[in-house]
C-alpha cells in the first residue's frame, strides 16, 4: 500500500512539473485532444501502462 501512495505522488509531482515549467504547452495540448482519434490516444494509453509496468517490475525484480 505505501508503494501505491509513493507512485500517486510521483505522478502528482510529475503532472505537476508539467503544468508550471510549460502552461502555455499544456494548453495548446488540450485544445489538441479532440482532433487525435481515439483509437490513437488508446494505443498511448495502452504503451504507457506497459512501459510504467515494465519498470516497475524491472526494480521490483533487480
Do not use: C
Amino acid at each position: 500500500m505505501r508503494e501505491l501512495f509513493i507512485g500517486l505522488a510521483l505522478v502528482l509531482v510529475l503532472e505537476g512539473l508539467a503544468y508550471a515549467a510549460f502552461p502555455g504547452g499544456i494548453k495548446s495540448m488540450a485544445r489538441q485532444l479532440p482532433e487525435i482519434p481515439d483509437g490513437t490516444l488508446r494505443n498511448f494509453g495502452v504503451i504507457a501502462i506497459m512501459i510504467g509496468v515494465s519498470i516497475v517490475w524491472l526494480v521490483k525484480h533487480s
